[in-house]
């Protein structure tokens, strides 16, 4: 039942997305600056790496640093993420120019009627993508990459009452994990104060209050 639910989410995900990226290319201007790859030094987080397909924890450094992944490790993970884009890129570059034309009520019925098609070529490419991923990567590496995915997931997981129902936790196993997530959001709180009051120290007087002024106007 839940991977049921899975692949349909994803179907609609992907119908969705396919959607919003191709309307948005309306212009010349737009399908150009779209097709552009990004780039960025290598073990570097952010843009570069979110298209890492399969494995999105990859953008992570400490991930990176976990694997102990080389310069050139990283350089060709990097090339695969953009190869990756490129290829969604084309794909919604292709769906544009077949319904840029049509009214917006046979644009729905279009999507309507590719929707599982979409949805199945985008599985396929990211299970192909994957494999580029898994082949530049060590058997240990791999191996740790899987362990730090399951750890990130089930301790997720292990946040929703619906899956400690299906686990049949207990009582005690409820309470017990309650108090480990009031811990560990203290301990991510106390880490992110120390770490602004040490970043606002690096700050200029005149900075300090010029960053109180835009956090205000943010607030209002």
Do not use: C
């Amino acid at each position: 039942m839940w991977r049921g639910w899975l692949q349909k989410a994803a179907a609609a995900a992907a119908v969705v997305a396919l959607v919003s990226l191709a309307l948005g290319q309306k212009n010349a201007a737009d399908r150009k600056a779209a097709s552009k790859p990004l780039v960025g030094p290598p073990g570097g987080g952010g843009a570069p790496w979110y298209g890492v397909p399969g494995y999105a924890i990859l953008s992570l450094l400490s991930v990176q640093k976990e694997l102990g992944l080389s310069q050139q490790q990283k350089q060709e993970l990097l090339d695969i993420a953009s190869q990756y884009r490129k290829e969604i890129q084309r794909s919604w570059r292709q769906q544009w120019e077949i319904i840029r034309h049509l009214s917006p009520a046979e644009q729905q019925k279009h999507w309507a009627a590719q929707r599982d098609t979409l949805a199945r070529r985008g599985q396929e490419r990211i299970a192909a993508f994957r494999k580029k991923v898994e082949a530049v990567l060590t058997p240990q590496q791999l191996q740790r990459l899987k362990e730090i995915d399951f750890r990130i997931r089930a301790a997720a997981m292990l946040d929703n009452p619906a899956t400690l129902d299906r686990l049949d936790a207990t009582p005690e196993q409820r309470e017990q994990l309650r108090k480990l997530r009031e811990e560990l959001q203290e301990k991510i709180y106390q880490l992110q104060r120390q770490t602004f009051e040490e970043s606002f120290q690096l700050l200029s007087p005149q900075q300090q209050e010029k960053l109180r002024e835009m956090a205000t106007r943010q607030q209002g």
